[in-house]
DNA sequence: GATAGCGGATAGCATCACTATCCGTTCTCT
DNA sequence: AGAGAACGGATAGTGATGCTATCCGCTATC
């Protein structure tokens, strides 16, 4: 295959993919002359992972090889693919970061997950993420909302347990590293969307109780 | 207050409160005379909400115009307010949108949320979101991830339940509105956020169940 | 009355994710 | 064998985005 091929079965435009190869997201293919190189379907593989990540995660191409980087490193132990994998999908700081109000917001974060028996990494980038929205619902004064937090917390620890629980039971410790970083950051598109698909379905329900037609399963 | 006053109040650099008050993001003050103005509480409050979505809810400056735009407007339903958002917080097509095997995806999401009673809008963004996440997983070939899919379908459900009873019983339409823009944003990142701690505390309990210090409650 | 700050307009800048062009080489087709 | 397309590699250019800087004539304030 070559890397034209490369660009017509992934569907990624030709200059693109010698962008990803010069940014060292995607290695080169086996030389076969000075200027020919030859591509196999790991190479697709990974070219679709790359947009997967990117478009769907929406990753940067910085952030991307970063992770990516990470998750070919056998010798990196798998907490640390999982912290650049974390890393990647968390925003950067909010300048207010470490003010009092946010302190507040993060002592309130971390006492929640206290009581749920939480043990938290105060290290990672996910806890300041918390942080920063608790404070922003703190600031914008919406105390109505303060409940949800709660209801947050009970809701990700079941789910959380079975992805964690899927993700180790995947054999190979290289399948278990693509496993974190495709279930970290796909999950958390698809999961966002489906959030918003519920609500829509419930806030049809609560507002327009008519036309039901459907069976209501549970 | 006076447009530095602002400006210091709300931690924004000042040039960016400009940049906001041109890009129609931020109402102007009462003009007092033919270059001053006078700036209130509700605009440092506006513009604290301006950041937050910017910064935390990751939104564009031009999709933080749209929303905000919807959300001021009296008029316009709840659901367009709704759907401006969505817009807003889901990411732009993906180019293989439209192919068998993003259509394959589609159709699978469409099937268990009907399977789970769910009336779904199938014009919006989200359904097209979880399509893409579904298609990218499919083709990355990691079939064990696919129960994950009714994980978060089952986590889902009571979660936005309790997100849309919360909001829609805030009173006033306008405090209604106000919520859903907030709930919505900074809920996602704030989930989100809650998802990699929970996975941290997870992945610790299983792999390194040694030095517990803590209650293991739950 | 000096001077700091103002609102408004315009221009500039850094980053990001590509996209285009050029080069000399090699493959492919006839 | 010769023509022309495609190649790898390097360098430069582009458009969008989110600010940031400068300048202007005017006004508040000391």
Known sequence: MRISELSAASGVPLPTVKYYLREGLLAAGER???????????????????????EVGGLSVADTRTVLAASDDPELPLNEV???????????????????????????VLDRAKEHGWRVEEDGPALDQA???????????????????????????PMARREVETVLSMGSDDQIVRGVVIGTVLGESLFNALRLLAQQHISTELLDPGKTGDQAGA
């Open 131 to 157: 942080a920063d929205a608790v404070a922003a619902v703190i600031a914008a004064d919406m105390p109505e909302l303060y409940p949800l937090i709660d209801v947050y917390f009970e809701a990700v620890e």
């Open 82 to 108: 999982l912290g650049a994998t974390h890393d990647a999908v968390t925003r950067r700081a909010a300048p207010n970061r470490g003010g009092p109000a946010w302190t507040e917001a993060r002592d309130l």
């Open 32 to 54: 076969t002359a000075r200027n020919q190189a030859e591509y196999g379907a790991e190479h697709l593989a990974r070219l679709r992972l790359i947009r997967a990540l990117i």
